[in-house]
């Protein structure tokens, strides 16, 4: 199982970026999806959340600025980050979970400078 989380980079204040997350040798379709995040000398927290169903949920702080979507033909969860807050620097993870089963991303780095 691999996951390949692609989409970060430096960006300013107000911006937006869109992370993408690639799942291979996984029934990616039954698998719920999560981004989570760490930032330096914090620790990882959940961002946002699919399900197999496509509901989704997400941590107070990026409500009505970041939207988790899947691709399910493509294999693919993405999150669209929008009016990035320097707050947001972090290493961003993906991370597919179906009962006890858990599979991690590589992670991606996102910089938001003010």
């Known amino acids: 199982v691999q996951l390949q989380a692609s989409g970060g980079g430096l960006v300013q204040a107000g911006g937006s970026l869109r992370l993408s997350c690639a799942a291979s040798?996984?029934?990616?379709?039954?698998?719920?999806m999560h981004w989570r995040r760490q930032a330096p000398g914090k620790q990882r927290e959940l961002v946002a959340t699919?399900?197999?169903?496509?509901?989704?949920d997400y941590t107070n702080s990026v409500k009505g600025r970041f939207t988790i979507s899947r691709d399910n033909a493509k294999n693919t969860v993405y999150l669209q980050m929008n009016s990035l807050k320097p707050d947001d620097t972090a290493v961003y993870y993906c991370?597919?979970?179906?009962?006890?089963?858990?599979?991690w991303g590589q992670g991606t780095l996102v910089t938001v400078s003010s």
């Open positions: 040798r996984i029934n990616f379709s039954i698998y719920t």
């Open positions: 991370h597919a979970e179906l009962f006890r089963s858990n599979y």
């Open positions: 699919i399900t197999r169903a496509g509901s989704t």
